[in-house]
């Protein structure tokens, strides 16, 4: 018998993204969509691409509303999930795609979120290494999870191989990431313009404000690192959707070629939808392009003595909706691939 599923937030991009997929899985059955300004809106009008859900309509997004259903996936403004989580019955599966239960540090929250503090859930990154084995292990029969911010995970599935095998410096890591603006939400706001965008790079968050960042350092310390440092920077670039996210990181001094590539490839080895390129070849984003697939291409700067990873995720599939039905999959006991794909569409 199928699971019967609510998306709150459904008129937004992750809640489009989360509905695109589930509209494919054999085992969800969506039957309520919630929105706030668009509620009372029909689906099909905030989600023309969505023509096999045209029957449902947009309404309020309340406790009342979510409840009675065995999965409920949250995809509203930080902020906003964190008291309807806690009047949503224990038993059903909830997935908030926010920041609002990301975090185990509350001062950390209260750094760079501020507000009510909820606790943290168990984190939907399957893949992540940690320092006794998967962050998967996590997340079977968990009823609360806490999808990963698109920028984080793909930062931390970029690293903790690394740093779990012990060939990185977990101090002085770099990330600078190309992302979509759709990362950013559906409002309407000036750097998210078309006219802002089009033919131009956008550095934001830049000097180590980006909120993203203590969650990227919660993944390293979870895979082992003490008190792993980064600086973060993304950059918007012309694109709708996707990240290609340039990471670097010190060599451990002796550290061979080939236990570095090592290091990378036996974490993922076994993956469904995390894959090393071979040497030589770097991922695209469009290559990843609505599939639910993170590609990581390696290099070994010797004339610095740093390890370079680029990794090519869809922020709204792989990065946001994807790994949260993925993680739904392994909390419920479902196939974990079930309703995803490793294909992306191109050109």
């Not at 790994?323 to 999959?329: E, G, M, P, R």
Request: charged content about 15%; overall charge negative; glycine content about 10%.
């Amino acid at each position: 018998m199928a699971f019967t599923v609510a998306v709150a937030g459904a008129s937004g991009y992750a809640g489009g993204e989360l509905l695109r997929l589930l509209a494919a899985h054999p085992e969800f059955e969506v039957r309520t969509v919630t929105a706030h300004s668009n509620a009372g809106q029909r689906l099909i009008d905030a989600q023309p691409h969505l023509r096999s859900l045209s029957g449902l309509t947009l309404v309020d997004t309340t406790a009342e509303t979510l409840a009675g259903h065995d999965v409920v996936f949250l995809a509203l403004p930080h902020g906003a999930s964190g008291a309807l989580t806690a009047a949503l019955p224990p038993e059903t599966l909830v997935v908030d795609c926010g920041a609002d239960h990301r975090l185990e540090s509350e001062a950390a929250w209260a750094a760079f979120y501020g507000g009510d503090y909820y606790g943290a859930w168990a984190y939907g990154v399957p893949e992540l290494p940690v320092a006794d084995g998967k962050q998967r292990s996590r997340l079977v029969g968990a009823r609360r999870i806490a999808a990963p911010g698109c920028n984080a995970s793909t930062v931390a599935l970029a690293l903790a191989p690394g740093i779990r095998s012990g060939v990185i410096e977990p101090e002085d890591l770099v990330a600078v990431l190309a992302v979509g603006p759709s990362g950013a939400g559906k409002s309407l706001t000036l750097p998210n313009l078309a006219a802002e965008i089009l033919g131009s790079a956008n550095p934001y968050a830049v000097g180590g404000v980006h909120r993203h960042i203590p969650e990227i350092q919660q993944s390293l310390a979870w895979a082992g690192a003490a008190n792993p440092t980064i600086s973060f920077t993304p950059v918007i670039v012309p694109m709708s959707r996707g990240i290609l996210c340039t990471a670097t990181a010190r060599l451990v001094p002796g550290t061979t070629d080939a236990a570095v590539r090592a290091a990378w490839e036996s974490a993922y080895a076994d993956e469904p939808f995390v894959h090393v390129l071979p040497e030589g070849r770097f991922p695209r984003t469009s290559d990843v392009l609505g599939a639910n697939t993170a590609l990581i291409g390696l290099a070994i700067d010797r004339a610095v003595g740093r390890v370079v990873t680029v990794t090519a995720v869809d922020n709204l599939a792989k990065g946001t909706a994807g790994a949260a039905i993925q993680s739904a999959n392994i909390a419920l006991g479902l196939p974990e691939t079930l309703g995803l794909s490793t294909n992306g569409v191109a050109p």
